[in-house]
């Protein structure tokens, strides 16, 4: 594809509903970064794909954030049981390879929980 | 938590005019980058400088680093309406190099016709 592409742009959600939210990478793209940037804030990382292997979650604020890339592409992040606090954009990057290679990132999905 | 910090956090211009704004960051790092993000593109990489590089240009781009003082700054020349946006400096300073990125809180540049 032409960029990175993530659904839906905007999720509200009431507080205790699980949610999904959806990234596709750059076409042969190893590397894919989850980012969460709150109001006013840049972003900061949350999780780290190198194709299927998920090789860093130390930014995962709880246990409720859970990221998968089953097939070394399509990569899905799930909020179960939904807080306030997690209202937030959520951005998807990828890159071709590594450290050196800039990322491209998806256009977020802006989250508001009720 | 943020590892970089951009000064000023807010920046005011003519068209015409220059920019700079400045990041100071915490740990050694592998590379530097500055990232440009606006309501219509979302966020772009401008440029990236490796931790052994003093400064590198694109366009109308100028990138110093000082890895002793922890510092870079980024200088738009000849600023033009369409650079409206929040600049962010972003680190890479894992032992990996996986390209994990951290990011400052921003600098906010208005630039008026």
């Known amino acids: 594809g032409a960029g990175v592409s993530q659904s839906p742009r905007y999720k509200v959600a009431k507080r205790g509903q699980d949610v999904a939210l959806r990234c596709d990478p750059i076409?042969?793209?190893?590397?894919l970064f989850w980012y969460q940037q709150a109001l006013g804030q840049g972003p900061e990382f949350l999780t780290y794909f190198q194709n299927e292997a998920q090789l860093d979650k130390s930014g995962l604020p709880s246990d409720r954030f859970f990221a998968e890339r089953p097939e070394g592409s399509v990569s899905t992040l799930k909020i179960q049981r939904t807080q306030q606090e997690d209202s937030a954009v959520y951005l998807c990057?990828?890159?071709?390879?590594?450290?050196?290679?800039?990322?491209?990132f998806g256009p977020g999905t802006r989250l508001t929980v009720l | 938590s943020q590892q970089g910090e951009e000064d000023p956090q807010a920046l005011s211009i003519q068209e015409g005019e220059n920019a700079t704004m400045n990041c100071s960051y915490k740990t050694s790092i592998n590379n530097l980058q500055w990232y440009r993000q606006n309501s219509g593109r979302g966020l772009v990489h401008l440029i990236l400088i490796r931790s052994n590089e003093r400064e590198k240009h694109s366009g109308r781009l100028r990138v110093t680093l000082d890895t002793s003082k922890k510092s870079s700054s980024l200088l738009i020349t000849a600023s033009r309406a369409a650079d409206t946006a929040s600049y962010f400096c972003?680190?890479?300073?894992?032992?990996?190099?996986?390209?994990?990125?951290?990011f400052g809180a921003g600098t906010q540049v208005v630039v008026t016709p």
């Open positions: 076409s042969g793209h190893v590397s």
């Open positions: 990057a990828s890159s071709f390879r590594d450290s050196y290679n800039e990322q491209f």
């Open positions: 972003a680190t890479d300073a894992g032992a990996d190099s996986w390209g994990k990125l951290q």
